[in-house]
């Protein structure tokens, strides 16, 4: 079972440029995550989709951070403008969510440089 | 606010050695209980979990204690290895919703 796939694995750009992360999670899964790890802490969720939709984006910041799920598989994470704050690793995971397995698999992430 | 807490931050234990990792949490919805291991430049993976209706969950050298009274639950590595110094994260999750993480146990095994 192929595992959950994102890219790039590493960028850096400069404070105010954009960046788009992307995600491809276990083929069924229908729930999908997109957490942020900062350096020695543990991942803090941005958002959660069930298949297409928004479960919990309270967490995200909406002025710069934006993110989408077309037609339930892949998902695409944008941060714009990015602030030095935003250095960290992207996480994204899926889950079959059903009764009995709520089992979240994670990709290596993404590590974003802000400089 | 944390949801859940995690102690110790740090821990250093002797090859062979128990490695002991405390996690607590306050909402009572919580009923998954994961434990992940992560190595440096990977993503968090599975280790063990457990749900609230048992108190403990062994698979091999790994044991999850589960208090559900205390609201307290802890990781235990029997033997430990050298190949065991990872970061560890508690996390919880009530079903259908976000997991919570804990901030994390960076654990060296010393051979």
């Known amino acids: 079972e192929a595992g959950v796939a994102q890219s790039p694995r590493y960028k850096i750009i400069e404070k105010r440029q954009s960046v788009a992360f992307w995600c491809n999670p276990i083929s069924g899964h229908a729930t999908l995550y997109w957490y942020q790890q900062i350096l020695g802490q543990g991942p803090k969720l941005l958002i959660q989709f069930q298949n297409n939709g928004v479960v919990d984006d309270s967490q995200l910041p909406k002025d710069r951070f934006s993110a989408e799920r077309l037609k339930g598989v892949d998902s695409t994470l944008k941060i714009q403008p990015a602030k030095l704050e935003d250095s960290a690793v992207y996480l994204c995971?899926?889950?079959?969510?059903?009764?009995?397995?709520?089992?979240?698999?994670f990709g290596q992430g993404t590590r974003l440089t802000v400089v | 606010q944390q949801q859940v807490k995690q102690s110790p931050q740090s821990l250093i234990v002797q090859k062979g050695g128990i490695s002991i990792i405390n996690c607590a949490y306050e909402n009572t919805a919580f009923d998954y209980f994961p434990w992940y291991q992560q190595f440096p430049g990977k993503g968090p993976a599975l280790l063990i979990a457990?749900?609230?209706?048992?108190s403990e969950k062994k698979e091999g050298r790994f044991t999850i204690s589960f208090n559900k009274s205390a609201k307290q639950f802890s990781l235990h590595i029997m033997d430990s290895q050298p190949g065991d110094s990872a970061t560890y994260f508690c996390?919880?999750?009530?079903?259908?919703?976000?997991?919570?993480f804990g901030t994390g146990t960076s654990l060296t095994v010393i051979p």
């Open positions: 995971a899926s889950s079959l969510m059903v009764v009995g397995n709520t089992e979240a698999f």
């Open positions: 996390a919880a999750q009530a079903t259908g919703n976000q997991f919570y």
């Open positions: 457990i749900r609230p209706d048992v």
